[in-house]
Every structure is written in structure tokens, then in C-alpha cells.
């Protein structure tokens, strides 16, 4: 029996030891070494004193020795964090803080980037992963229950403070082990992982490949940096299972670079994270009949995905959108109608909330925030029995399968990353000299028109200080692609909120 998320590994480990199962780039381990190379640096932890159920941040670009990374966190008993490289200093120290982090495993590569990010004075031990050797490389005795968080994922926050998502075990497990039997994998299976670690996407690539024994493949930033190489990557590596952002998908098709033989071993394609527009998902089926298309759907806060819909029809022209499906098993739906009450008949309309075993514990140190989103089940006074209210507007169609409508927030999906518009204003109207700042996303079907912009007033800074400040504050996929300064009175609505529609249309015209 599978309790806790790295046992999948050390089982594949003991099935298919001189197998390949990590890649990467040109770099490969075989399961048996990887198992033993994280068995022997979790003892270390250990010996080390790091208590159990710690967080323990990892900082580097994706590689071998990230799965390395997250595989020795687990086995100390602790939690692992992965922090984005490209994050500026004061969303890593805000992690930091918040995960309460004494240890972080870097490697070699980004070992100067990290210490330069630290405060004067820090008292974060580094362990520089590629720098490890030796050691005691039998199994610890796991003292972790299911119920014990492996990973915290940080999201972007309204206030401008990240958000920690905490997944335990259990969550991680139930999700897997339903992948593996919905999408028939198998060891003779090859899995790429195209998301950034940092984004729960990847929890699927990494565990149905460490539960099956399959051979993991990552996608390294060389290959991202020119996304049609993709393809190839694809085609050479054999891979059976591709699971990335609709965005991606989109790309790889404008790029026109996709024939119809580009992908032989292909099984399935799966769509996650965002809206899938029909006009690419037709496009991809018309190119590849033998693959499987599906839509799955979820939220960091419920485990990666809780509702999914296979593709069985090529959408027609006039179709307007690709169901986000029926819950997954273990998992439940309601939609929260505008009187409050919860609904799962057909035509029901409002916020999507969602309960079951994957339901994440809340965000870390920050109880109001999970207060806010996680609230006991109101028809349940017997046990806790969390839903979790995700903000998104859904309609339930004539066949029962959930339709997403939109967001009842400010919080959009921008190349597949989530980000709350709150967070770049927060961070705007922190700099000194910005007196006003609105942040807002224009979502046009011509890419080139698709953007963060922002309205901002200052008497002090031009655009290019503007952004150079900014920078310094929020990921390089927060920064808005088009700035208007004015001095004069923002557009406001009657009831004088900002008139986000209108300074959309100043900021885009
Ligand atoms: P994340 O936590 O980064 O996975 O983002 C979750 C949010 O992405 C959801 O709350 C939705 O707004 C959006 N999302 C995820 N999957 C889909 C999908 N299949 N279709 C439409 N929106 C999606």
C-alpha cells in the first residue's frame, strides 16, 4: 500500500532499477541510483536535525537534480517548496518567510543567484545538491502519515502577498492513482513534464511516471525557449503521455511547423490549466486521430485537477466551448447559485465549489485567506468537510458536464500562469512615486493584442524607471506589456470603483 508519495519511486526503484526513469536535456539516472542518491541525502537532513514536517525550499532550473530535490524533501519526512528562478528577491524572501525555511537545497548553477537574493545576515543554511556524495543510502523509516503535506505550492496573491497552497500525501495519491487507471498508463509508457515545477500541472507528470515506472522526460528551458523545437523533442523522445496549458497547444499549432506525422508514439494529449479554445483542439484532432484529447480541469487548491472531459467529437466551427467535464471520482461539484444555495442540476449557474479527498489543507500561515476560500460544507453538520470555493463561474449543460463561464474575480490566466491582478497593483502602488495604479488584462483572440496593461499615475517616474521598479518586485510574466501614464482622474463607474472597462480601452487602444 502507497501512503506516501515517494514510496511510488523506491517501488519503481526495486521494479525497474537500470532503467532510465529521470531525463533530461542529455543527463539520465536510473531509478536505482536516484533512489539511493535521495535516500542518502535525506539521511543527511536527518542526521542534520532538520525536524520532521519542516518546508523545505528548492531553488534551481529544471533538471535531474530538481526531481532529486523533491524526492529527498519527501524522504526526510518534510515538505518540499519550489521556488521559480526567475522570481524576484522580495517573492523569494516572502516565501521564505512564510514556509519558515532553514534549509534550501540548491545546485551548483544557481547556488550565487540564490545567496544574492538573500537578506544581510540570513541564517538559511544551502545544501548544494550536485555537490552531494557519499553517505548512508539505506531507506529511512518513513515517520509520515498520508495526512502529512508533501508539497506547498505558492500562487499569486490578491494583497500581493503569494499564497501557499498545502497538498498532503493522501490528496496526491487519490488523484494519481485515478490518473494511471483513467488514462491506462503503464511502465511502457513515456511521460513528459512540460510545466514548471513550480505549477501543480507537474504533480501529474511527475507521479503517474514514479508510479508506473515509466520513463520522465522534462522539458528544459533551452527546448521552451523556442517552442516549435518542441516538436522534435516530442517525436525523438518517444513520448507517449504530453499534459501542458492549452497555450502551448495554441503555440505549437500557429506555429504551422505540426504534420500529421510529427508525433507517432503520441497517446494522449491532455489540455489542463486554463480555457482549451475548440478551434485549436480541432485542429490538433484533425492532424492526429490516434491520439486521445482531453479537457481536465482544477484549481492548485483541489490537487491539480477535479473534473474532466474526453474529447470524443472533433469540434464543429460553430462550437463555443470544450466542457471542463464531470467530477473525477472521489471529488464533487456544486454550483453556488446567486441565492446561496448549492446545486447540481442541470442548468444550474454560479461559483463552482468543490469537496473530496483532494481538497488542499488551505494556504500556509494565512488563515483569513483560508477562511475565506475554504468553508465547511453547509449541508454537513456531522464531520469537517471542506469545500473549496474556487472563484470560477460555471453553467451545468444538458449532459451534466460543467461549463466554464469565467472568473468572479479579478484573476486571469496569462500564458498559463495564474496571476491576480491585485498582486501587480499591490506591487505598482508600492514603488515610491506611483501615486495611482490599475492593472488590467486584455484577452483578444490576436495574441499580439493579448496583455497585462497597466494605468498608472506619477509625477515622478517615466515607463522604463516604472518597469525597472517593478521588476524588482513581481515575475517577469507579471510585468505588463503596455504602461500608460496620466496625471488626471482615472476613469471611475457611478459608484466610484475604477472603471476597469474603459481604462482596458485606454490602455489597449
Ligand atoms: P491553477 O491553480 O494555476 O491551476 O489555476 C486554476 C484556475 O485556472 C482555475 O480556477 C480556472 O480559473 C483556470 N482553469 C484551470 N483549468 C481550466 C480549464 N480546463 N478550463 C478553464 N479554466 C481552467
Redesign the pocket.
Known sequence: MTTLVQQYFSNSARRFPDKAGLNCADDSSTFRDSDLLTNAIANHICANGMERGSFIPFFMSKSINSIHSILSILKSDCAYVPIDVASPPGRINSILEVSNASLVIVDKASKELFLSHLPDGSKIDILVIDEFSGGDTSERDYQNLSIDIAYVLF?SGSTGVPKGVMIPHKAIIDYIDWCVSEYELSSSDVIANHAPLY???STFDLYTAFSTGAELHLVHDAVNAVLPSLIKWIRNRKISTFFCVPSVMSMLLRSRRLKSDSFPDLRHMI??????PPDVVRGWMELYPHVQFT???????ITVDCSFHVIREIPTPDQQTIP?GKARPNMELFVRTENGELQQAVGARGELLVRGTSVAYGYLGDSEKTNKAFIQNPNNDVFADMLYC???LVEIDAQGDYL?LG?ADE?I?YLGY?IELGEIEAALTSIDGVDEGVVVFNDSDKPEETGIGALVSSETLDEKALLAELRDKVPPYMVPSRVLLKTDDFPRTANEKYDRKSIKRLVFR
Open positions: 500562487t505549477f501543480d500541472n489540455a489542463a490549466g486554463e480555457v482549451l479537457n481536465m480541469y482544477g484549481p492548485t487548491e471542463i474556487t472563484g470560477d466554464f472568473r484573476q490566466k495564474r
